[in-house]
T-cell receptor, first 113, second 115 residues
């Protein structure tokens, strides 16, 4: 079973709109979460991390974590065409020393004018 | 900004041939990772390393070997390449360890086509 599951598979929003992504872990050991963004032809780049319950805001990006349900979300307000990309949720085993991240399958975001 | 450089960026290989993908990082990170990216599968971990001389199996290690000759360099080796290994491969480095945030810094990717 995929340990990190993302939804939706793809998303289309108008410029200036809100884009929302969801992610759930099926493993209680995976409680540290990251969001990565990958533009076409590039490597993934870290957007933000969230390790504690509640909201974390960085500019137009807000992440929310509910540790009880192992659910994390990412919201982008005032979406821009440059936000069009593949978004990954990634989780880390908090009890392991490896530093490994387990990634979801990703959500494709298209922001149209 | 952390720097991870991969080579080659594009490679076409024949079935049964040997392929070596190289990665260099200038971040002085202890940990390095090789992932492959396929549509519908996201990023999957092949091998990783804690430092020079160490290699560990990730989630999909079959058909791959890894080598970490120095802190800066980490290679992925396909001794007998197969068409199923056609993919985009990403190298990453990170500080790892307990109590550390664990951000990974990725290279730009190496696209491998096995004919």
């Amino acid at each position: 079973q995929q340990k990190v599951q993302q939804s939706p598979e793809s998303l289309s929003v108008p410029e200036g709109g809100m884009a929302s992504f969801n992610c759930t872990s099926s493993d209680r050991n995976f409680q540290y979460f990251w969001w990565y963004r990958q533009h076409s032809g590039e490597g993934p780049k870290a957007l933000m991390s969230i390790f504690s319950d509640g909201d974390k805001k960085e500019g137009r990006f807000t992440a929310h974590l509910n540790k009880a349900s192992l659910h994390v979300s990412l919201h982008i307000r005032d979406s821009q065409p440059s936000d069009s990309a593949l978004y990954f949720c990634a989780a880390r085993n908090t009890g392991a020393n490896t530093g490994k991240l387990t990634f979801g399958h990703g959500t494709i975001l298209r922001v149209h004018p | 900004e952390a720097a991870v450089t991969q080579s080659p960026r594009n490679k076409v290989a024949v079935t049964g041939g040997k392929v070596t993908l190289s990665c260099n990082q200038t971040n002085n990170h202890n940990n390095m990772y090789w992932y492959r990216q396929d549509t519908g599968h996201g990023l999957r971990l092949i091998h990783y390393s804690y430092g020079a001389g160490s290699t560990e199996k990730g989630d999909i290690p079959d058909g791959y070997k890894a080598s970490r000759p120095s802190q800066e360099n980490f290679s992925l080796i396909l001794e007998l390449a197969t068409p199923s290994q056609t993919s985009v491969y990403f190298c990453a480095s990170g500080d790892g360890g307990l109590g550390v945030t664990g951000q990974l810094y990725f290279g730009e990717g190496s696209k491998l086509t096995v004919l």
